[in-house]
């Protein structure tokens, strides 16, 4: 018995002694945790008192199709002869409702040991950006009658046979030597027509004439036609979730920061154009820039273009 009583007490004293104080909060300076919309940053903290030989590391990758981390960053503060390592996590969650900030596992290290420590984990309510009141219902109209005359339905047909017989004697002479030589189409490719398209855009300058709605919802369109141009996928059929994941699922674009990037621009239209959020000046500008980035980055070479950069490279 006094055994046991001298175990347990060593237990407890050796638990005390390596005992962590680990502090787990949300930035309310930089997120409005009653206004947390599908695709925001949420900023939170993590603070790990250790002592001045101990170093503190992130352990945990997170994985899961709602929440992720973006970006994080470490300082180290000294008080009152206490280290404490602060960790600044910037998150965002793709689905609406009660969602979890999941605990995450942190290593301290010294010169002998290492050990672990858990932060909190702590709910977040998510808001969808489309409202009740973001959708406008129309009357479906019943068909109209069709009334054909004479010509509405002989014309057609006439057209038809005078061009099903041209391309009889078409084949027919080809056969031996085409008349007309073929030409080859020309397709412009897809960085080139967004480039163009917000070359237009900017020339129009909406943000100073206030147009911000407008301005958004062209750099929406201008990034969701470059994509299907680009990746030869309906993106314009897709809403931004179901673009997210799938980009993620297929790791469409492999860079995972022009990916994030990429979905953040979406994102930020969507709120503008269905939530009525009224973006600052600099955010608007940022947009512009960093579709112009991805553009350039993730643009498609064609084979041709550079053969002709390497002869010239050669001749040079």
Not at 2 to 25: A, D, M
Not at 86 to 99: L, P, T, V
Not at 110 to 131: Q, R
Not at 268 to 275: L, S
Request: overall charge neutral; charged content about 25%; aromatic content about 12%.
């Amino acid at each position: 018995m006094k055994k046991t009583f001298i175990l347990l007490f060593s237990l407890l004293f050796v638990s005390n002694l390596y005992g962590r104080n680990v502090k787990t909060t949300l930035d309310t300076a930089l997120t409005d945790s009653s206004k947390i919309y599908i695709g925001d940053v949420v900023v939170f903290n993590v603070e790990i008192e250790h002592k001045e030989n101990e170093r503190v590391n992130l352990f945990t990758k997170v994985k899961s199709a709602v929440f992720e981390i973006l970006s994080y960053e470490k300082n180290i503060i000294e008080k009152d002869d206490v280290y404490i390592s602060d960790f600044k996590f910037e998150s965002a969650f793709f689905d609406i409702g009660r969602q979890i900030i999941p605990g995450l596992e942190f290593q301290i290290i010294d010169d002998n040991n290492v050990s672990s420590v858990f932060s909190d984990s702590f709910l977040i309510n998510v808001k969808s950006i489309i409202t009740d009141d973001s959708v406008e219902l129309k009357d479906v109209k019943p068909p109209l009658p069709l009334h054909l005359k004479f010509l509405d339905w002989f014309l057609p047909i006439a057209i038809i046979i005078v061009i099903v017989i041209i391309i009889l004697l078409i084949s027919r002479i080809s056969s031996k030597k085409p008349i007309f030589a073929s030409k080859k189409k020309v397709t412009i490719p897809a960085h080139i027509i967004a480039l163009k398209k917000l070359n237009k855009l900017r020339i129009q300058d909406l943000l100073s004439k206030g147009k911000i709605k407008k301005y958004y919802v062209e750099i929406s369109w201008i990034c969701r036609e470059y994509l299907e141009n680009r990746y030869k996928l309906p993106i314009l059929e897709f809403t931004t979730t179901e673009i997210r994941q799938y980009f993620k699922q297929n790791n469409i674009i492999q860079n995972d920061q022009f990916r994030h990037d990429t979905i953040w621009i979406l994102y930020q239209c969507d709120r503008v154009k269905y939530a009525k959020y009224i973006p600052p000046l600099s955010e608007a500008e940022q947009i512009f820039d960093n579709l112009i980035n991805i553009i350039d980055v993730t643009k498609l070479v064609e084979q041709d273009e550079t053969s002709m950069s390497t002869s010239r490279h050669k001749e040079k």
